[in-house]
Structures are given as structure tokens and as C-alpha cells.
């Protein structure tokens, strides 16, 4: 019989899961685009061209604009920016875009989203030409997407980046439990439904499910877009499953100079020892966004010039 002394030290426990490096596959992502965007340009075609469209004086809005910008410039892409005032009409908004769907120099059309509330966000999502629509919003994308046999010819950025990890990480999809915390347009519902294109059989939660943390412990890939601070604890993760934190909070931190520090949906410290796979937050799921978007515009470009 071999004793252990209570005295002994406690061996800390080892992490099992493996990060997916979000900043590291989209850095990857973006090289590649840029390589693309610099062979074009060099054979005498045009670089490809992103329009935004801001509508107000947001900070957050402004400040993911601003990122979409630095981007292309970083890339080798033109960016257009319209800064439109908040209390812009209905009818001026829609001829803005009209006028970018008409220019033949402009490849990608990006409204950043939310729109004040006076503005039917619908109507402008619709107008944008499904050619440019580089976010993927448009309802026939959309549309397309939830169809069987149909392909969008665009796919919204963060979805795309999310399923883009876990297919970098080498997580198998097809035929795999998956669970998607939260059904928004913007994440949520198109996570969703591309991951049943890819043959997962999905379950999508939000407020009214019932015994939410025994439906996530299901789950072989939870997507964690439901936008409350660290609600997934470590005990609601099956062993060994794929987890894709979209959740971007910001809780006190003292020993931060800012005061306070980004945190997803799901408790990290704690799923991390559960999880075979799991995103940071930062570091995670955001950085891809962009990348999507870079990788988007660059697709926009090669259609709208028979390629």
C-alpha cells in the first residue's frame, strides 16, 4: 500500500482542452488574402473595394468601422467610408446605397449594424445587391443558406469564422451533437444553419428552453452566442467537445489599467479543463470576423469581374 501524506502538495490540474488561436488562423486567413489581392493588382486588375456605410456616432460602431478600414489598407483593398447622421431619412439612406450598388468600383457594401430606430433595417438590408453583400445579411443569402441544395453567395462573417475554426482545429462536424446558445440574425441562427450544411444535428437554445444546462451538455460542439457574461459553467460542457465562445463582456478588473477586462459567455477558467477545444476571449472568435469580411470582398471582386 502506498501512502500519500496529507501534508503533500496538491498537484495543480493539467488543462486538457486545446486553445484555438483565433488571432493566429485569422492572421492566416488575411496573408492569404493579401497574397491574392497583391498577384491581382500586379496583373494590371483593380483592387478590390470595400463601401461602409455608418449612420450615427456610435463609439462601438464607430470603432469596428474604423477596423474594417485599417484592414483593407493593410491588405492592399480600397475602403470607402459614408458617415451618415443619425437622423439621415429612410429615403436618403436607400439612395446612398442604391448609388454604391451602381458603382462599378465598388465591390463590397458593408451597413454597420444596429441602425437608429427611426430606420427600417430590413428595407436597407434588402436593397444592398446580393453580389456586394459582403456581410451576408441579405435576406435571398440568408434565404439561400437555409435551403437545401442553395448556396449564399455570401456567408455571414462571424458564423463563417466560427465554423472556419472548428474545421482548422480538425473537429469533426458531420454527424456531430451541436448546440447554439442564442438565435440572432446575426450569429445565431446562420451558425446554425451552417452547421447543419455540414451535418451536424443542431439544437438551438435561447430564454424559453427548458433545462438549458442539460441540452449544452449534449452537445459534441456548443456555439456560445447568447451575450450573458460567463453564463456556461465548466459543468455544463461534455467532456471533449468543441467549444466557440462568440460572447464578448467586460467585467471589473482592478489589476487591469483599464479597470476592467473581456470575458465571453462561457466561463473559461473552467471549461478549459473540461473541453477538448475551446476559443479565448479576446483572442478567439473576434479576430476572425474581420478576416471573413477580407476574404468576402476579395470573393465580391472576382464575381463581379467574371472570375
Known sequence: MILVSMTEPKMEKIMTAQIIDGKLIAAQVRENVAA???????????????????????????????????????????????????????EELEKVIRDLNADPAVNGILVQLPLPEHLNEERVLQLISIEKDVDGFSPINIGRLAQKGREPVFVPCTPG???????????????????????????????????????A?????????????????????????IG???????????????????GINSIPDASKKSGHRLVG???????????????????????????????????????????
Open 265 to 307: 459567455d462561457v466561463n473559461f477558467d473552467e471549461a478549459k479543463e473540461v473541453a477538448g477545444f475551446i476559443t479565448p476571449v479576446p483572442g478567439g472568435v473576434g479576430p476572425m470576423t474581420i478576416a471573413m469580411l477580407m476574404k468576402n470582398t476579395l470573393r465580391a471582386a472576382q464575381i463581379q469581374q467574371g472570375e
Open 36 to 90: 491574392e489581392v497583391a498577384k491581382r493588382t500586379a496583373e494590371g486588375k483593380a483592387k478590390p473595394v470595400l463601401a461602409t456605410v455608418l449612420i450615427g456616432d456610435r463609439v462601438d460602431s464607430a470603432a469596428y468601422v474604423s477596423a474594417k478600414g485599417k484592414a483593407c489598407l493593410e491588405l492592399g483593398m480600397g475602403s470607402i467610408n459614408q458617415h451618415l447622421p443619425a437622423d439621415i431619412s429612410q
Open 201 to 225: 444535428t443542431v439544437t438551438v437554445c435561447h430564454s424559453r428552453t427548458k433545462n438549458l444546462e442539460s441540452v449544452v451538455r449534449q452537445a459534441d460542439i456548443l456555439i456560445a452566442a
Open 228 to 246: 450573458k457574461t460567463q453564463m456556461v459553467r465548466g459543468s455544463w460542457i461534455k467532456p471533449g467537445a468543441a467549444v466557440i465562445d462568440v
Open 161 to 199: 469564422g466560427c465554423i472556419y475554426l472548428l474545421e482548422q482545429a480538425g473537429v469533426k462536424i458531420e454527424g456531430a451533437n451541436a448546440v447554439v446558445l442564442g438565435r440572432s440574425n446575426i450569429v445565431g441562427m446562420p451558425a446554425a444553419l451552417l452547421l447543419i450544411g455540414k451535418n
